[in-house]
């Protein structure tokens, strides 16, 4: 029918100004409800507070990054300062627990020394018990020596063979010998009482001790407790009070490969629960002082994209929020064309499709050019606020319309403007070859989950 429509009109005066007509309806798709559209950026402040100065007024054209009002800043500015004063101070708190835990582990050095010179002490005390005790039986060995000599004394005495002045001197050196003996006895007792052991042991002599005596002495005991509590005060116990002194040293070295206990002790400084606090303190600090800055740096409002002014709604002296919408940006690069095909041509239509537009604005003039990009995933009432509900007596078919995304290509704002929202008619030639990504498909491919779009 279409070739015999063609066999009457060609002979005719006009037949070959319509054939381009002819030949580009029998190759494309077309719609006469289709408009341009383009993004839109709402500006917003991200913080709230006095307006001070709007630079920019509707339909002006505005660069990315460009300001466009600014707020007060003074108040802004006095939480910044405050929050650079808690920095200075919360280093300062850092420095003054290094400092404090410097001292503790000084005292700890010292206290590691003295429980070390209380078990050498230990020792010394047994060393002293054994000398005492064999001073003792010199002394008991003198004392028997006396006291026969003072036997055989009395015995020439009464047979009148000796002077009475040498009895009693013989008499007198019995006498000191068991007082001395008796001395050094007492001496065996102190020195065993001082070690904490019984003066008098139940069994064995005198001089049997513990092997273990150093290591559970009270004395030693107590410098190993002082030591694990100034060792908790950095956050690191040294050992259990009940374990052996010698193993809790030997453990705490072995911390070194070198056994250097300076280098042991130097790292322990920045993992003391006291300075991780204060550095944690310090922390928090900063990302305060970086907030306060941030905000401060939000009192200038700046255009996020390229594009015109439109819709100001803000004066200097208003009062605005954070999220408050005062103008909005229109894109001027990233327009688009919202076709409205009807469903019974839509089977026809392909993502990569070429299309033609035509511009009411330009009418016939120009002509743009596009393709196909994506297909919009329901019809207008499927997406309306309150869809349709058909489920009546009175249901009356009405063809649908899907609205078809067409992407310009090699569109230039400056030289051939287009406004979202002017009537366009679409020609997409659905006989040719679609190309470009997603070529020959409805639906778009999966997105890489680290790309982005900039639709």
């Not at 429509?5 to 002819?22: D, H, Q, T």
């Not at 509707?58 to 006095?78: A, C, F, I, T, W």
């Not at 393709?371 to 329901?378: E, H, N, S």
Request: aromatic share 6%; net charge neutral.
């Amino acid at each position: 029918m279409l070739l015999g429509l063609v066999a009457v009109v060609l002979p005719s005066a006009g037949g070959y100004a319509l054939l381009p007509v002819i030949v580009r309806a029998l190759r494309t798709s077309s719609t006469d409800d289709a408009y341009v559209n383009g993004h839109v950026t709402f500006v917003a402040p991200r913080v709230q507070g006095q307006v001070a100065r709007v630079l920019v007024d509707d339909n002006m054209r505005v660069s990315k990054g460009e300001l466009l009002l600014e707020l007060d800043r003074e108040p802004y500015q006095v939480q910044d300062d405050i929050k650079k004063a808690a920095v200075a101070n919360a280093k300062a708190d850092v420095t003054a627990a290094e400092a404090q835990v410097r001292s503790v582990l000084g005292m700890a050095r010292s206290q590691r020394w003295k429980l070390q010179t209380a078990i050498e002490q230990v020792d010394n005390y047994v060393a002293l018990l054994r000398a005492k005790a064999a001073a003792l039986k010199s002394r008991q060995a003198t004392l028997d020596r006396a006291r026969a000599d003072m036997n055989r004394a009395q015995t020439l005495i009464e047979r009148g063979a000796i002077a009475r002045e040498e009895f009693d001197q013989r008499r007198e050196a019995a006498r000191v010998a068991e007082a001395n003996t008796n001395q050094a006895l007492e001496e065996v007792y102190e020195t065993r009482v001082y070690l904490g052991l019984a003066p008098h042991p139940e069994k064995g002599e005198l001089t049997d001790v513990p092997e273990d005596l150093n290591q559970n002495f009270s004395g030693v005991r107590q410098a190993l407790a002082e030591l694990t509590q100034s060792l908790t005060q950095v956050g690191l116990p040294l050992t259990s009070s009940y374990q052996n002194p010698q193993k809790a040293i030997d453990e705490f070295i072995s911390r070194d490969k070198e056994g250097n206990i300076d280098r042991i002790l130097a790292r322990i400084v920045p993992e003391a629960p006291a300075v991780r606090q204060a550095e944690a303190k310090q922390l928090q600090a900063e990302r305060d002082l970086a907030q306060a800055e941030l905000n401060l740096r939000y009192c200038e409002v700046r255009a996020e994209i390229d594009g015109v002014i439109a819709r100001r709604n803000v004066n200097p002296g208003n009062n605005v929020l954070a999220g408050q919408a005062v103008m909005v940006i229109r894109s001027l690069t990233e327009i688009w064309i919202d076709a409205n095909f009807k469903e019974t041509q839509l089977a026809d239509l392909r993502i990569g499709q070429r299309a033609e537009v035509e511009v009411d604005m330009y009418g016939d003039r120009k002509q743009f050019q596009g393709r196909i990009t994506g297909f919009t995933m329901g019809t207008g009432q499927t997406l309306a606020v309150l869809p349709a509900q058909n489920a009546t007596g009175n249901f009356v078919k009405v063809v649908q319309r899907l609205p078809v995304r067409i992407e310009l290509e090699d569109y230039d704002p400056d030289r051939d403007t287009l406004f979202p929202g002017l009537s366009v008619t679409p020609y997409v030639y659905t006989k040719e070859t679609p190309r470009g990504p997603g070529a020959g498909k409805r639906l778009q491919d999966l997105m890489h989950p680290t790309s982005s779009s900039s639709r």
